[in-house]
């Protein structure tokens, strides 16, 4: 998940346009699928087996809310689809796991593809693609795997929280898609979180080798996010800009707000971005700085006894007439003209700040 | 408050949209309200204790300015919102003060929100998220605390200075705007000493781990402001293009105006922002050069002391023929040959200009 | 292949506007041709020596794709041109191989100019021009060379899979992009298997100047892609706006779902790019840690090393009076320092994690 | 002046919208007023004492051109603001001496402002803000101090050369802001003169701290350049583009010329842009390069001495049995071998190209 | 010539505008005009000593082609200005040589100016500027010099090759400007073949100072070369829309294939551009690779020979007691113990890949 996307695309070169092939990596997941259908008075939830069960509902004088789990179940999928009436290249894209955010409009339904971004058990953010249908009064929602970020609709629904019961299927797509955006600020801290500890790291000058590689991978985890999060801005904008029955004009200030947070989202992961950056620098500079200490150490240590080691070679030498040899105190004359170096030395080292 | 924004928006992952929290620190700040009552003739300043005295001023015949402190208290906040006929995401924007600066434009008002910015008592900067609500002959400002920018606005609301008792209520928005962006100038100048400083510190050679750490965070302040002030140059834009009776046509120029001040600061913004990667530079270079000496100061040591010990050693060799040895002179001679090794070096160096 | 385009065209600086000149290298290749007409109910297949046997195919009632190997027999190509009514540029441009990807609106055909990319036997990327002409019922397409991507187009024609043999030509020149689009994500997947090799290297400490060399090699051939693509993005986006019979309304989304496409491998590319950039700091990072540790060694040593020589070579003097030289333990006592100084340095090393 | 310009903005915080108020450095200059009122057959040129004279001047039938010096005599240029009927704000915008060029489109006027760049004695830039207002037959010029660039335009009308004479204010104008604009090209000269000297300098080998320094202050220099005469561009177009009699037709191609020149002026700033960031590439590469010589004497000197010393060392030990000691030409045998090493050594170092 | 353009500008400030004053170094050129007179039947060829003799050609039922070289023959310039009836400003431009490319449409004829770039012969890129004048049945073209790469437009008029002689003037300025812009294809060539110099140079490990200046040298010239091409593109486009007589509607085929090829040389250049980017990070990398080895010769020999050095020293000191001394083999022994150390040594940093 976590993963490039384009990897998987690879299955299907070669294949004819408009085929479904599901190119996860998930193909033994089991299908899952439930239902919710609701209005102002009453909320029936129901798990169902097969989708079958599906065309059983009746779709008039109420919502329904139908969340499939498992995309590898291609044939399913596209029994559902002829009874929706979706177009084949639609169905591909459901079951393609590597889109893009986008909307596809068509005369009785919008298609939205969107990635649902959330941090599994080891804090690695995992990106999962979460198609929906906007029908006039009903929803569909077709995922990967189970986990999901919807917990707080089904809350609502079940209780009838908020506007959500006395209101049309668009508002429940508003609340969907409201959801996996207010997501996105938890993966968002996540990243601010981990640029946080690498400062504090880089900055008590840990400059080991993994840490730029962790720099690294976060830039290119930050990079997939844009990907998914910038263009789906533009699918909110032409949601609000949709001049049809299924998005009508009071839902419009909902989606002008989750359009607020997506800018919101983008800026701060441009400035992490930028961050990020600063952070390369930082730990460029501390390498630089840390040579310039062990250079320092070095220069100390030579500049001091090399040269003291020269004047303790001269009086090693074996010439017959060295006269200072013969005189009494000349040995430890020269232990204090070696200790007047000495300090000489260090007190220069320290006017240049080297100690 | 000078923290990345996005920690906040925490507190609301999962709440139904709509739903008013405030995402603030100042939980436990006390309601203060003020409310100004001027026309050309009188002008009328009370404290209030609760949102119910607002209700009894009477809106014709004069402009009303009131000014909420404390977003905490959003019950009040609430009633007040209806009174005034506002939209519930409206009053939720007002108290989750992670806003962008933004307008939204209403039937019968408009919702400004925007970002103060000032320097508290340590020189930090500061940003605090203001709302404004104009409408017909009445404006309302909410903000997180006491402290604002709006002395001078009150100043000249009291004494009838300049032309504002005479105006309308879009001229009242226009000022208290316009305090706001003249403070920006105030944190520009700031920056603009702040790298001064470093400047001079790198140029003076100080190349300490906490100089990088202190530019790296100016260089996030830089974009967290522009966060705050590039979005607001499209909201004053769609203020003057926005057509109805709030805004009168004579007082467009005056919006004019804000947007070239805004100009200005963004452009300064940016000159700043440019001289920090400058500064950055320079650093680099500072250490690279410092490096630089380090390792004249050891080649120098290294290479006139070594060839000298060298000498030294052969002769203190043990040899049984080594016929310099036995000459009355040599020993003398050869501090002479060293002498002018230690010369020739230094005048090679000198030429290097290494020294 | 592999090579930047501009050198080719040097072949064509001076001669008349509008004269065919083949610019690539492959003069020696042999002529091929291939033709495909079908319809519904049929599907014949044909391998014809020469392009008169073109003229005899009866274009009404079914769809005709031509398929030309050979971009250097120029005559024979002119005379196609001739008998499809070609415009005099559309020829020059069809074997002047070094065409960034366009589409030329004729009155009464589509041009359309793009590259192949393919990996060779070396899995070298390979690039080669492919032209199109829809007309209202047939296709042509010029080819350099024989190998090409469009195998399962073949495949589907011959066995009528899927929707080809029921749609017009504009569908057949949708399967054909199609096909070609398809192969950029093969391209892509092996970009990023490159990179990821550069990084595991880089990471595993391998900073041979090869390697330097390497990566730049790849940035340029992303270079190349990118040449490649973007401006087929906007040829997909001008066939979509197209308003003609040649392309039917309900094939622009099958066009459509090519864009999507495009955009995909547009956005990988791009994240590549950003990759190479940061394998290229990860690069420099390398060099300099890998300094870093030289140093590190040299100074531990030297550190160490110079100090207990210079306390030898005290001993090692010649005066005439030297206590110390005459205590019966003094040599075993030295040694006792030496491995003191020796154990406080370790330590002192250590401590500074430099060990 | 050559200082950014922020910093005077400052005086204005908190006053009220409108107020006019000088905010530059030139308190105490005396105020200077020129008038020039010229038609084809006479020209007459006045140096006036206050601006109530200006009053007395007939304006039908002649150009008049009135150049005001002494921004600081605030209630002075306000006299003349009635009497030529000016926006409040536009009188705020000529002694607020921090705007960016501009134009505003009043009803009967045209209010320009720009910088006026020069180099002083010292070769410094100086930017100086020039207001223009171009009336049906009059300029009106607003200038802190004396020094300008209108001599030839001065020259030009008293003499009648060219067409000045004979044309209407807004030609006046063009020929006012041609004489501006012409000398950008004297300051881009002065900065491509100022690069030059740093790339000789650089090239060989001056990296003193100073040079780095400098080459900021010019990157800064320039990026302030470029806010003077970038959104001048601007102002030309809308100039342009104006519709109203005070432009005539035939003159806008003159406009159009200014466009050129600024184009070409903005051009040649960011290729200067561009040379500075090479210039401290250049810079960084110098002190690596100067590293490494630095370091290949240390490596040579230590390589070669380091072995020999070593050697001697050996023979300087005091082993009862050292075989070599006793033979008779060993100490000349040993030299001889010595000499071989230290020969090869710099063989070694020249094949390396370090020598 | 190749040198930055604004220099030559100086000459011209103060001047009045609309003066024509010639801005280059060749005012010692001698006039030289051609004259190619022909339609479909005919083609008169002249050399012609003074623009007098123009004025007999007879302009109608036939193309004209007038190319003057010389345009420091400012007075001559003038006379052909007016018989052409050509705007002061346009004769201005014309003598001006540092133009960037622009088109100004006039009533009755279409004025270009463009940028002929050729090799020399010490294959340094030369720029001179080329102005046309396109009227109904003529085109005049205006050179600095002689040297031009009109050979082959001569050729094809003299023989009545392809087209030319069967169209208007519109196409004569086509294959003019057709030559011109064919020409950056041998530029961009050798533009090409240096950087793969450089490239060679660099990878085989040549780090001279004098690269490092040639590179940046390069950088600027594809700067100018950008300058001027990337506005001819607009020039073209604009050529293109043109709604006269002057264009007709059957040539403007032949311009799009000049803006084609205009793109293509503007994708090369700032291929090339990142190109040169790249060789300064290898070049960088190269010095830091560089100084890697040396330090790393250093390190080796230092850490090898100073640890060998220190035991010798031990043994050279004077104490009445060191047993070892006295052993019988204890010398032989320590070179066995320093061997050994040695290779242990060498064993250690073949181990580390030093060696």
Redesign the interface.
Known sequence: MGK?K??R??K????????MIYTGHKSSKKLFIEAFDYNVERCIEKELNNVEEIFQINLSNSITWINLNGLNHVTEIEKLGKHFNL?P?VLEDIVSI???P?I?EHEDYLFVVLKMLYNDKDDNIVSEQVSFILGTNYVLTFQESEGDVF??VRE?IRHG????RTMKSDYLL??LM??VV??Y??I??TI?DKIEVFETDI?S?N?E?SI??DI?DL??EI??MR?AIFPLREVINRIEKHESELIQPKTK??YR?IY?HL??VS??LD?YR??IW?L?????????????E??????I???I??????I???????????????Y????FI?WGVMIVLFLGMLHYFKRKK?L
Chains 1, 2, 3, 4, 5 share one sequence.
């Open positions: 490039i384009t990897k695309h690879h299907k070169v070669g294949k004819a346009p408009g085929s177009h290249l590597s889109q893009r986008k596809d917990d707080t609502r929280k908020g506007r959500v508003y609340i409201d959801a207010d997501h600020f938890t968002i801290e601010g900055f000058g400059v080798k730029n590689k690294q830039k290119r990079l997939r990907r200030a909902f707000d607020d800018i919101q800026e701060n400035i930028e961050m600063s390369m620098d930082m730990y460029m500079t501390s390498i630089s700085n840390k040579m310039n062990v250079m320092k150490v070095l220069t240590m030579a500049s006894f090399i040269p003291l080691t020269f303790a070679g001269i009086y090693g030498m074996n010439f017959d007439y060295i006269p200072e040899l013969h009494k105190h000349s040995y020269l080297w």
